[in-house]
């Protein structure tokens, strides 16, 4: 395979609006029920300050994510009354219009969503995400009536034709077979090549977590994680870029087999999904990476930018802070430089 001429990254922050969750993924340690200690709704002025640090350390992306449906979830109402809300999407929908407001990009992963849900948000998000984890039926995803792959590929489907770049992916190592993979690889294609809308399909290894009924399950093996990008990156098509995140597995093999970008990487949240996983500081990642540079991208892909496919409410924002190329203006590569001196 051709060496990557360069690989790219975005740079966020990451704000997990609520834990609180219909589903009860066997591997998920993030997830809470009202009333249960660490359960949470993060307030207005929690997130509107991390939005605010998170322009003057210059990122560009704002990830919002979420338990899925948290509204199905007794108790939950009481949450979002106290801040203010009757519905987690019109909570969400002010979120966005703050980021924008304060300069930053909003990206959303709320789990499957509804047509009007997608059409509510497409507005004020540069781009959204769903993994689409694995087509097959899964032990993994017992008691998760989001997690019925059809059901996902739907809320994926809907993006596509309402033109949303779209960030999708795989959890790798939780009980789904080699051939799993290559039909979940498939699926996404097949909807990419429909609609045109998927910036990059990320290959995340499963990390098991303490108290969750999976937490001796066993992680994939670095061998199984090259097989899985090379398999991505024979069955996605050449403009879907390959994602792996670095603060859950060394980058730089998997770079060799198909990786091309590295997703967000925030210099002031933590991934509140994997919380024992501390994001690389990008100069130390730039070093690790040696000739390969690495190229700061927004949360919309180049491609998307040039083809204008952002709404009139983010258009002005996108374009202060996108190059000609549609790439972050100020490139890492200056930052890498920058590093000699
Ligand atoms: S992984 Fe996501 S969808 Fe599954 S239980 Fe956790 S928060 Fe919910």
Redesign the pocket.
């Known amino acids: 395979m051709e060496k990557a001429s360069f690989v790219t990254f975005s740079k966020n922050v990451f704000i997990p609006v609520t834990?609180i969750?219909r589903?009860?993924?066997g591997?998920?340690g993030?997830?809470r029920e009202p009333g249960q200690p660490g359960a949470r709704l993060m307030k207005p002025a929690e997130v509107i300050s991390i939005l605010k640090n998170g322009v003057r350390a210059g990122c560009t992306e704002v990830l919002f994510t979420f338990?899925?449906y948290a509204e199905e979830m007794p108790g939950y109402n009481l949450m979002l009354d106290e801040i203010g809300y009757s519905s987690t999407l019109d909570y969400l929908l002010f979120l966005c219009e703050t980021a924008i407001e304060t300069g930053i990009l909003p990206h959303t992963n709320a789990?499957v969503m509804t047509r009007s849900e997608l059409e509510a948000l497409k507005p004020l998000n540069a781009s959204m995400g769903l993994m689409l984890e694995s087509t097959a039926s899964l032990e993994a995803h017992k008691d998760?009536p989001?997690?019925i792959p059809e059901r996902r590929l739907e809320t994926i489907r809907e993006a596509g034709k309402l033109q949303i770049p779209y960030t999708s992916g795989l959890l790798i190592g939780i009980g789904e077979s080699r051939e799993d993979r290559i039909e979940s690889l498939e699926a996404i294609t097949s909807l990419h090549r429909e609609y045109g809308h998927i910036q990059e399909v990320i290959i995340q290894n499963f990390a098991p977590k303490p108290g969750t009924p999976m937490e001796s399950f066993p992680e994939p093996t670095v061998e199984e994680m090259m097989d899985a990008v090379v398999l991505a990156r024979h069955v996605l098509p050449s403009d879907v870029s390959v994602q792996v995140a670095p603060n859950l597995i060394d980058p730089k093999a998997l770079i060799g087999k198909g990786v091309t970008d590295l997703g967000g990487i925030s210099p002031l949240t933590i991934d509140w999904i994997n919380p024992e996983a501390e994001w690389p500081d990008v100069r130390d990642l730039q070093k690790k990476l040696g000739d390969i540079p690495l190229r700061e991208r927004l949360p919309v892909y180049p491609q998307y930018v040039k083809r204008g496919w952002y709404s009139e409410r983010i258009g002005s924002l996108i374009e202060r802070l996108s190059d000609n190329e549609g790439y972050r203006k100020q490139p890492a590569i200056e930052n890498a430089e920058d590093l000699e001196k």
């Open positions: 834990n969750c589903n009860r993924c591997y998920c993030f997830r338990g899925e789990g998760c989001g997690k």
